[in-house]
């Protein structure tokens, strides 16, 4: 039988993902399950999302030849313009889509987890846009350490909740806005922000983000003449700028998928966010994957120099994609995501996120044909990163 990458009707990919709920919310889930697709498929939605996607997001995001450092790196090396969004990311592409289905399923209040406060912020926006009561759940560290998206996210309208149980970070965050959930089922849209939490959110983050390889599609076209590229690359938090980048990617074996955990300050240094390469199966977050965890199962809380990949699962999609070895996994250390940060910057004059300069940190470590097509996805941009950077410089 040809593996297939996609998900399958329950909602897994090989022996990941699924459903892994309290009773309460059982429901709630099912009623996504059985609401997703019809709605994301029907013209309407699709007609209003791809309005907002141009009209508000900035869409379509440009494919940019970075000819200095594709002669550094002896290939052909697009940029897939993510930074370039409203509201600095990718995330944005997934807010939108899902505050249309929440609207469509006539729901009314909205929640949302977030770490750097990226999702948070992507989140109150298209709430304001739409008129929604918005409450985000954010770590208290993390409420400490990202005053600007803090502030931006009040401004916006939405009330942030300051998590104060377990480390205080993402996945407490996640926790509680999965008990406020359960609490208040009936009247609110869990807006999650990458490829996680239980089926269907993996697959409809995924459909959500897929939009960047259906325009690479086009502009490959376009600027090579044939519609695919040798290889895509992508940094991988939860994995949902990945997914979108190589969606419409995955069965085509001409193909090659390198995707960029965060290696914090080294995979076996005890301070890594680096899950394909250390985590064990388990379940996190409604969702079975691989998962950061002590022999007896307890959570490690990740550690990586960019918040927005600090996260101690992974999407399933990812955690088989790199079991089935479709895709090639490096875990980029902090140092090195730093440097590949500078080298964009002062080489192609585009400051990216940090999470995007683990992907640029993956190009030392790879052998390129001089004919290669390479597309790499630039996440986000830095001006969320500058304190980070600017106490790097010059070391
Ligand atoms: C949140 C974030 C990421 C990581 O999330 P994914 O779901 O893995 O894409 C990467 N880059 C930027 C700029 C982000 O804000």
Same mark, same amino acid.
């Given at each position: ?23 309460? %919310? ?5 009623? %996504? ?66 505050? %249309? ?295």
């Amino acid at each position: 039988m040809k593996t297939t990458f996609q998900i399958t009707p329950e909602g897994y990919y090989g022996e990941f993902g699924g459903t892994y709920v309290p009773e309460k %919310l059982q429901y709630c889930v099912k009623e %996504l399950q059985t609401t997703y697709l019809k709605v994301i498929e029907s013209e309407e939605f699709k007609q209003e999302y791809m309005q907002l996607l141009q009209d508000y997001v900035g869409r379509p995001s440009p494919l940019y030849l970075a000819k200095r450092m594709s002669e550094k790196y002896g290939c052909k090396l697009y940029l897939k313009r993510e930074d370039l969004n409203h509201t600095g990311a990718h995330k944005i592409n997934n807010t939108v889509g899902q505050i %249309l289905l929440a609207r469509k399923m006539g729901k009314r209040r909205i929640i949302a987890e977030t770490g750097a406060g990226q999702h948070g912020v992507a989140t109150a926006t298209v709430c304001a846009l739409m008129n929604m009561e918005c409450v985000v759940y954010m770590g208290k560290t993390d409420v400490e350490r990202q005053y600007v998206n803090v502030q931006k996210m009040k401004m916006l309208g939405a009330e942030v909740r300051a998590v104060t149980s377990g480390s205080m970070t993402l996945k407490d965050a996640v926790n509680e806005a999965i008990n406020d959930w359960c609490s208040h089922p009936e009247e609110t849209f869990y807006i999650i922000g990458s490829t996680v939490g239980p089926h269907p959110y993996p697959d409809m983050v995924a459909r959500m983000q897929s939009i960047i390889s259906e325009e690479l599609k086009g502009q490959l076209m376009e600027k090579e003449g044939r519609d695919y590229p040798d290889y895509l690359m992508a940094c991988i938090g939860g994995g949902s700028n990945a997914a979108g980048t190589i969606y419409h990617y995955l069965n085509d074996e001409r193909v090659n998928i390198v995707l960029a955990e965060a290696g914090g300050m080294g995979v076996d240094s005890g301070k890594t966010a680096a899950t394909i390469q250390r985590g064990k199966l388990g379940i996190l977050h409604g969702s079975k994957t691989l998962v950061l965890q002590t022999p007896d199962g307890q959570v490690i809380e990740p550690y990586s120099i960019s918040a927005g990949l600090d996260y101690p699962g992974i999407g399933p999609m990812h955690a088989n994609l790199a079991k089935q070895h479709r895709a090639t996994v490096l875990a980029i250390n902090d140092d090195e995501a730093l440097d590949a940060a500078f080298e964009l910057t002062r080489m192609e004059g585009i400051i990216p996120a940090i999470e995007s300069a683990h992907a640029l940190g993956a190009l030392p470590k790879m052998k390129f044909k001089p004919t290669d097509v390479v597309v790499l996805t630039v996440s986000g941009r830095g001006d969320k990163d500058i304190e980070t950077y600017l106490k790097h410089f010059g070391e």
